[in-house]
């Protein structure tokens, strides 16, 4: 299994990234896709996530209406667009994968990308 991201970089405020994952090693149409962040001395956060199907995302209200995920299922990847962005965005963002069953949760993790956010 491997999730690889990429698009990473530093970036002034009010600038746009997209952040891409590739997926392999599963069966990527059968997982919810989130993307999560961390920044220096804080917790992993959820960021922004979409159901197998791409039929149905959430976001974080810090991020609502700047960030939109998306996903191919035909590529086998993950997309983040992040519009707008603001200092307190800057983190390693991480690609995840998450099926539940009714009796097993699987979950992947991608290796991050850094994103800066600075003048």
């Known amino acids: 299994v491997q999730l690889v991201e990429s698009g990473g970089e530093l970036v002034q405020p009010g600038g746009s990234l997209r952040l891409s994952c590739a997926a392999s090693?599963?069966?990527?149409?059968?997982?919810?896709m989130n993307w999560y962040r961390q920044a220096p001395g804080k917790e992993r956060e959820l960021v922004a996530g979409?159901?197998?199907?791409?039929?149905?995302?959430n976001y974080a209200d810090s991020v609502k209406g700047r960030f939109t995920i998306s996903r191919d299922n035909a590529k086998n990847t993950v997309y983040l667009q992040m519009n707008s962005l603001k200092p307190e965005d800057t983190a390693v963002y991480y690609c995840?994968?998450?099926?539940?069953?009714?009796?097993?949760?699987?979950?992947?993790w991608g290796q991050g990308t850094q994103v800066t956010v600075s003048s």
């Open positions: 995840n994968a998450a099926r539940l069953t009714l009796f097993r949760t699987y979950a992947y």
């Open positions: 979409i159901s197998s199907t791409g039929g149905s995302t």
């Open positions: 090693g599963f069966t990527f149409s059968s997982y919810d």
